[in-house]
């Protein structure tokens, strides 16, 4: 399914999206659109993303009057360092699913902890990291686990993958939308489907 990141409706809790992006700009304001319609509606957030990433996506949140400093100082806003994670639940080139459960799955219980039935809305682009080293099995890996924890949590994640890997390879698309509920793609891109 083509949809939109955001809206000001929840989204249904098992939400996996994937976003395919042309630039950094139009990134920053999808991502910061999902998370801060998650904050309009008292949902805590979790970035795992590259410093880059976290200073764009933070200045489009507090554009949109979003206070960062207090969201984090109050746990509703936890950022982490997407090649910080990956180290803890990768050995060589092998995602290990207890480590990651014990990492990533650590961190959405910590961050659901006391909050009854609210839904959690998590951004993560370590799977676009581990496509760009060209592990792309690693990154299948990874889409499966974040998905396990999506079922298990209850929670909205939404992935990102630059376009550039993908140039000549449309077919690849295809690969990763498998493993998501919504897909996002850059204006300019038709969806490649196999005949």
């Known amino acids: 399914m083509l949809s939109r990141v955001g809206s000001a409706a929840a989204p249904h809790p098992t939400h996996h999206a994937v976003q395919f992006y042309s630039n950094d700009r139009s990134l920053f304001a999808s991502v910061a659109e999902f998370l801060s319609d ?9 970035v795992i993303a590259t410093a880059a990433h976290r200073r764009g996506i933070e200045e489009q ?3 949109r009057r979003i206070d960062c400093a207090q969201a984090r100082r109050i746990g509703d806003l936890v950022m982490l360092d997407a ?15 207890d480590l990651f ?5 650590t961190i959405v219980e910590q961050t659901l902890s006391g909050r009854g039935r609210t839904v959690v809305r998590a951004f993560g ?3 676009d990291l581990l496509w760009r080293e060209g592990n792309t099995d690693a990154a299948i890996k990874l889409e499966i686990l974040w998905h396990k924890l999506v079922i298990k949590h209850r929670f909205a994640l939404l992935c990102a993958y630059a376009m550039g890997h993908f140039y000549k390879k449309t077919w690849q698309l295809d ?4 493993y998501h ?8 891109v038709v969806p490649f489907s196999p005949k």
């Open 38 to 46: 998650g904050f309009l509606l008292n949902q805590p957030v979790i």
């Open 61 to 63: 949140l507090q554009a």
């Open 83 to 97: 090649e910080d994670t990956l180290g803890q639940f990768m050995i060589g080139e092998e995602v290990q699913p």
């Open 101 to 105: 459960e014990r990492t990533v799955g």
């Open 125 to 127: 682009e370590m799977v």
């Open 175 to 178: 690969r990763i939308r498998h």
């Open 181 to 188: 509920t919504h897909t996002i793609l850059p204006d300019n």
